[in-house]
């Protein structure tokens, strides 16, 4: 079993739709990632959190310290939201574990 | 524009031969990161420097060395390559020492081994 596990690994949506994408950890972490990979392959940070909840535009990032658990929201999704997205967390030290990724398909 | 360069952007080369990937963190952060992406791996942590120090390693070969410079630069050197060895390398740079850190992500070197 990863450390860090998301779900789904797929996600297809409507324009429009609201999209949740989960993420959950088996140890303790100080702070959790969420990460955007486009197709042409960059990575770019959407959220580093530690507790609580962080919204930027129509994105919103939750956590639960004692769940271990965290989400990821995308409020009216939109085609140019489609990507991979990808939660970690520093399992040990500074040591990022990934997630496997979830592939967002938002068609028009 | 995340303010981490890497170059080259794109790499051929052959089996056996040693390549060298470089990285230039954002102004102000000391810790860069090395990552590996495979298709069938997914993103792995290699190995993180901080100023100029090996802070954290992770699942670095043997064959693959790295060096973080006064300039803070990194640089990660990859030999005796292998086909398996074809990826996408990312560095990441971060104010933090731990991964506590917002991450700035560099675009990004896709190696191909023939």
């Known amino acids: 079993k990863n450390e860090v596990e998301q779900s789904p690994q797929n996600l297809t949506a409507q324009e429009g739709e609201f999209i949740t994408i989960n993420c959950s950890y088996s140890v303790g972490i100080s702070a959790l990632h969420w990460l955007q990979q486009h197709p042409g392959g960059g990575i770019v940070s959407l959220f580093m959190?530690?507790?609580g909840k962080k919204k930027h535009g129509r994105l919103i990032a939750t956590i639960n310290i004692q769940e271990k658990h965290s989400s990821l929201h995308i409020t009216a999704s939109h085609p140019r939201d489609s990507a991979v997205y990808i939660c970690?967390?520093?399992?040990?030290?500074?040591?990022?574990?990934f997630g496997e990724g979830t592939q967002l398909t938002v068609n028009p | 524009d995340s303010g981490v360069t890497q170059t080259p952007k794109h790499l051929i080369t052959a089996t056996g031969q040693r390549v060298t990937l470089r990285c230039s963190p954002r102004s102000g952060d000391l810790s860069v990161y090395w990552y590996q992406q495979s298709l069938d791996q997914g993103l792995q942590f290699l190995i993180q420097y901080y100023n100029g120090e090996e802070r954290a390693k992770g699942n670095i070969l043997e064959r693959f060395s790295a060096q973080q410079f006064p300039d803070l630069h990194s640089e990660l050197n990859l030999s005796s390559l292998e086909l398996g060895d074809s990826a996408l390398y990312f560095c990441?740079?971060?104010?933090?020492?731990?991964?506590?850190?917002?991450?700035?992500f560099g675009e990004g070197s896709r190696l191909t081994v023939l």
């Open positions: 970690a967390a520093p399992t040990s030290g500074s040591r990022l574990t």
């Open positions: 990441a740079s971060s104010v933090a020492s731990q991964g506590t850190g917002e991450l700035f």
């Open positions: 959190l530690s507790s």
